[in-house]
């Protein structure tokens, strides 16, 4: 069983930064692959990035490329979201998630543990 606590969220103007954690509960976490997902109002959830349980491998997807970083520290039972250059089109809630393998991955349905979410609001 992992439990996951996201933090970090917030009210930014666009432009600015924000730096998500996700606090992981659990001996597996050094072994699994972490995913940040995120969903606005009246939007499906979307796969955001994805980060390999060694840390070597990253995803992302493409409208956040060059400005958001997933990373982690396995020794904190952590995984981080460093969001740059925010835009109001990244105003959602964000959702950390554990999968059940090593890999990173795109589809939510691998992921089998998720945090409660935190939300980050981008104003124009």
């Known amino acids: 069983q992992v439990q996951l606590v996201e933090s970090g969220g917030g009210l930014v103007q666009a432009g600015d930064s924000l730096r998500l954690s996700c606090a992981a509960s659990?001996?597996?976490?050094?072994?699994?692959?972490m995913g940040w997902f995120r969903q606005a109002p009246g939007k499906e959830r979307e796969f955001v990035a994805a980060?390999?349980?060694?840390?070597?491998?990253?995803l992302y997807i493409d409208s956040v490329k060059g400005r958001f970083t997933i990373s982690r520290d396995n020794a904190k039972n952590t995984v981080y979201l460093q969001m740059n250059s925010l835009k109001p089109e990244d105003t959602a809630t964000y959702y950390c998630?554990?999968?059940?393998?090593?890999?990173?991955?795109?589809?939510?349905?691998?992921?089998?543990?998720w945090g409660q979410g935190t939300q980050v609001t981008v104003s124009s």
């Open positions: 980060i390999s349980a060694s840390g070597g491998f990253t």
């Open positions: 659990g001996r597996t976490f050094s072994t699994v692959a």
């Open positions: 998630a554990a999968a059940l393998h090593v890999a990173p991955v795109r589809t939510s349905r691998e992921y089998a543990y």
